[in-house]
């Protein structure tokens, strides 16, 4: 979330495009960007989507969840502050502190997808495994492609 009065925001979604009349880097990737962290999520999931969506849904909804929350709370102490001039700081040091975390938590959240849905496995959790402690499920074939394959 970003408020309105914000004079700034987080790095990650800062930098100058096409609407600044400045070429877009599309072609230089930066994982310090979140437009490249927010597509590798969702290049990721486009491939897997029946194995991922859960997944990717609920973490959605726990971000969405968790941010509601904050700005509700965020909202209730800028009410209290005295000037506008500190208000609109406030909001702008949250704004900025929101937007850095939400990239680097997606960042991490990439990591968890790519580690349990490397391959073509789903891999797991097994505390009993000696190995690495997981196990790697394979997703198999559809029943309708089986029947298409016979």
């Not at 979330?1 to 070429?23: E, H, N």
């Not at 196990?135 to 074939?141: H, K, T, V, W």
Request: with cysteine; net charge positive.
């Amino acid at each position: 979330p970003i408020y309105a009065a914000s004079t700034q925001i987080a790095p990650p979604y800062a930098g100058q495009g096409a609407q600044d009349g400045v070429m877009t880097p599309l072609l230089q990737f930066d994982l310090d960007k979140a437009f490249w962290v927010q597509n590798q999520v969702s290049n990721f999931a486009y491939f897997r989507w029946k194995d991922v969506y859960p997944v990717l849904r609920a973490k959605i909804d726990q971000v969405q969840g968790d941010f509601e929350r904050l700005v509700q709370r965020t909202d209730r102490e800028a009410r209290r502050l005295d000037a506008t001039r500190i208000r609109r700081a406030f909001v702008t040091r949250f704004s900025v502190t929101a937007g850095t975390q939400l990239h680097e938590e997606w960042k991490q959240f990439y990591g968890t997808l790519f580690v349990r849905f490397r391959d073509f496995y789903t891999i797991v959790p097994h505390p009993d495994d000696p190995v690495c402690g997981c196990e790697a499920r394979e997703p198999g074939l559809s029943v309708d492609l089986k029947r298409r394959i016979v």
